[in-house]
T-cell receptor, first 110, second 111 residues
């Protein structure tokens, strides 16, 4: 079946740092989505990518749909404390059900 | 647009009991999805509807699980004879094709 490998599993940030995370797939996807989930809530869509090579920004967030269609990355620039949470990548082959990665936990360095 | 609404937010039940969850999607969306999420994992696909038709079911959805979307609007997910392994967050999402918008889920605890 389809599998997504998301890395890193967790990371610590200091305010102002740039953050990068990525996802690779064993299958070709036609849609890549990035979500953020806070404790006790559902995932919230951050960025949706629909075309290979596409680079899309949403404020301080930038995501790219890999040329091979088997990977995607998410960058967060100049991180702030409210960026902490769990980030999930998700891919879809036919534009219907999504396969999710296991998530990247973003924590604040004390 | 009031977002995707799920009820109840929490449900504690004893093993062997039946439970039913409800999802009200964003009204103009034609597709509705159910996912299950356990601690430390991403959501796992269970099933989805296009309007009132159930188009796909995951092999995770055993015979004890049934989902309906009778009029193509709200949906219910029923679990019969609950088991401890059913304890999880059950998420509903809606969209035009991909499940873009998620609700805040129903957390089920089976004791």
């Amino acid at each position: 079946g389809q599998q997504l490998n998301q890395s890193p599993q967790s990371m610590f940030i200091q305010e102002g740092e740039d953050v990068s995370m990525n996802c690779t797939s064993s299958s070709i996807f036609n849609t890549w989505l990035w979500y953020k989930q806070d404790p006790g809530e559902g995932p919230v869509l951050l960025i949706a990518l629909y075309k290979a090579g596409e680079l899309t920004s949403n404020g301080r967030l930038t995501a790219q749909f890999g040329i091979t269609r088997k990977d995607s990355f998410l960058n967060i620039s100049a991180s702030i404390p409210s960026d902490v949470g769990i980030y999930f990548c998700a891919g879809s082959e036919y534009g219907n059900k999504l396969v999710f990665g296991a998530g990247t936990i973003l924590r604040v360095k004390s | 647009d009031t977002g995707v609404s799920q009820n109840p937010r929490h449900k504690i039940t004893k093993r062997g009991q039946n439970v039913t969850f409800r999802c009200d999607p964003i009204s103009e969306h034609n597709r509705l999805y159910w996912y299950r999420q356990t601690l430390g994992q991403g959501p796992e696909f269970l099933t989805y509807f296009q309007n009132e038709a159930q188009l796909e079911k995951s092999r995770l959805l055993s015979d004890r699980f049934s989902a309906e979307r009778p009029k193509g609007s709200f949906s219910t997910l029923e679990i019969q004879r609950t088991e401890q392994g059913d304890s999880a967050m059950y998420l509903c999402a809606s969209g035009w094709d991909s499940p873009l918008h998620f609700g805040n889920g129903t957390r089920l605890t089976v004791t």
